[in-house]
């Protein structure tokens, strides 16, 4: 049978587009080299972080927010509309966040004091100098999400190929190790596997696998599934907050009073889930990764966010090295090679924010501008 459109990667991206396109009355068949997806999209912090996006792409955050939501009201998954919580422990960290706020306004970003911070970290000895909720920030547990979507669709009548590889597209034909597939048209999103697929395209646009280390320890009663933290260390790093006047400076006192996370690249961040808090993460860029964590790197990771929580003795439930795709051109790949492909790879840490608004662009024939 041949269906309008044949998705390739089961990933969150082509998950969305697949949902997208599936809403629009199009047949869709996903194609998945894997027996289910369990690359980027469940190795993350499940942290929609519509708020430090780029002013620029704000519409297009937006349009991911209405989407996820959507999403999770149809397929029934987890989406917790609980924003996030940004303690800051020092005048610099709290200066960003009063420019970040008047630049954006209350709704988007919320000064607290140091009572209220402390409360929602749950941590009375926190010592914040205050804080900032972002209520539009929206929380999805990874685990769920993509395996939720893949049975709704299949039940919506979307088909699935799995453990089959794509070998080779163009012109609407998908040639695959079990032979070739064929629609109107089709989007690939095959995540930090675009070099295995489209070397030219990922050569051009210097796309490299990002390696981050994370964990998961036991989730004290106090901190429930929905919480939400970002740190000084994500002002520096999500193009929305780094574009405040204070950056630079914010920079300068974290490479003072942070060596080791700076050094590491750090996004200090931590996220609940119902098994327990995600926490990350460092960043290393290689276009072969190996596969080894350093314990160093996962043990400074786990004191700085354990401490902002009071925890004392965590205990570690599982660790892993998550992996997507980065460039440090562009946050995103969105090419058609030609009439009938689109290629699209979010390259940077905030594919599980943008999926649904960067899905709905390459339905509609969108364009990169602003990313
Ligand atoms: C540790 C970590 C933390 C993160 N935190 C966040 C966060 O808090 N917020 C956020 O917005 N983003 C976050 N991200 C980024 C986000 O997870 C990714 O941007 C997003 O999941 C990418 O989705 P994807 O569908 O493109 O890729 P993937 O989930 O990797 O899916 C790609 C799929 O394509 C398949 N595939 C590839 N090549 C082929 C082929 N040739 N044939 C058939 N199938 C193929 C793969 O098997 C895979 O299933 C994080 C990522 C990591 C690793």
Request: aromatic fraction near 6%; include cysteine; charge should be negative.
């Amino acid at each position: 049978m041949t269906h309008d459109l044949i998705v390739v990667g089961s990933g969150i991206l082509g998950l969305a587009t697949a949902y997208l396109a599936h809403k629009q009355g199009q047949t869709v068949h996903v194609i998945e080299a894997g027996d289910r997806p369990v690359e980027s999209s469940i190795q993350n912090f499940g942290h929609a972080c519509f708020t430090g996006q780029a002013d620029l792409i704000q519409p297009v955050a937006a349009r991911a927010r209405r989407g996820w939501l959507e999403a999770a009201h149809d397929v029934g998954f987890w989406a917790a509309e609980s924003g996030t919580w940004i303690p800051v422990m020092t005048d610099v960290e709290m200066q960003v966040l009063r420019e970040f706020s008047s630049h954006r306004g209350e709704d988007q970003a919320r000064l607290v004091g140091a009572a209220e911070i402390a409360d929602a970290l749950a941590n009375p000895g926190l010592g914040a100098v205050g804080g900032a909720h972002l209520p539009q920030d929206v929380r999805v547990n990874p685990r769920e999400v993509a395996p939720r979507i893949v049975e709704w669709l299949r039940g919506e009548g979307v088909d699935f190929t799995w453990n089959t590889q794509v070998t080779g597209i163009g012109d609407g034909v998908v040639e695959t190790v079990r032979g070739a597939f064929d629609a109107r048209y089709v989007v690939a999103c095959p995540g930090y596997k675009l070099m295995g697929l489209f070397p030219g395209l990922a050569e051009d646009h210097g796309v490299r696998v990002c390696t981050l280390a994370m964990s998961l320890i036991e989730r004290p009663s106090r901190l429930g599934p929905e919480f939400g933290m970002l740190t000084g260390t994500s002002l520096a790093r999500y193009a929305g907050f780094a574009a405040m006047e204070s950056v630079p400076e914010l920079r300068a006192e974290l490479a003072q009073r942070e060596p080791e996370l700076v050094a590491m690249i750090a996004n200090l961040m931590v996220t609940g889930i119902d098994a327990g808090l995600l926490i990350g993460d460092s960043h290393a860029y290689s276009l072969t990764p190996e596969p080894f964590i350093e314990e160093d790197v996962a043990s400074t990771l786990l004191d700085r966010a354990t401490s902002l929580l009071g925890i004392e003795a965590p205990r570690v439930k599982q660790r892993w090295l998550g992996r997507y795709s980065d460039s440090a051109t562009t946050n995103l790949v969105l090419e058609r090679p030609d009439e009938k492909t689109t290629v699209m790879v979010v390259t940077s840490g905030i594919g599980m924010t943008l999926s649904f608004g960067v899905a709905d662009l390459a339905l509609r024939g969108g364009s990169v501008e602003g990313f």
